[in-house]
Every structure is written in C-alpha cells, then in structure tokens.
C-alpha cells in the first residue's frame, strides 16, 4: 500500500520504503522549505515512509522582524 502526502489541498500517493526527503522532491517541492508530520510528530529527513502513513507536508515560511523605531527617552522636568 503506498504512503499519502497531503499537501495544502493535493494529495500524492507514493510508494513506501522511501525517505520523506526523496518524497518531497518527488512530489516537486524543496525539502528546505517543507516539513512533514505523521500523526502530529514531525518527522526527520532520513525517516521512511511506511505503508499506509498519512504524512502531511508544511511550508515553512519566515520573514523579517519589524523594526520598531525606539521611542525618545522621557526626560523628568
């Protein structure tokens, strides 16, 4: 039976005995830019997908933090 990966809304079915790494670069994503998790747990690269895993895949995504000007010191008069 073959390992499903869901991510966002599309589904891909492959086969198990792979890495979750050789599976997101199978299904065309960049695993430096993907999670997976099997029931909640994240999982690492180099695990093997088993048949009949439920492995959803995550983007991570990050950015820039916002610059907040420091606001002028009260001076007590």
């Known amino acids: 039976m073959p390992a ?3 991510y966002r ?3 891909f079915e492959l086969p198990s005995g792979m890495t979750v790494r050789d599976a997101i670069k199978k299904v065309g994503l960049s695993p430096e830019t993907i ?3 099997r029931k909640g747990r994240l999982l690492t690269d ?3 997908l088993k048949e ?5 895949l ?3 995504i990050s950015g820039g933090a ?3 000007p420091n606001p002028k010191p ?3 008069t």
């Open 9 to 11: 809304d599309k589904q």
């Open 66 to 68: 916002q610059k907040i």
């Open 74 to 76: 009260q001076i007590p």
């Open 46 to 48: 180099d695990e093997i």
């Open 52 to 56: 009949d895993d439920q492995i959803k």
């Open 58 to 60: 995550i983007a991570v």
């Open 35 to 37: 999670l997976a998790t």
């Open 4 to 6: 499903k990966l869901t």
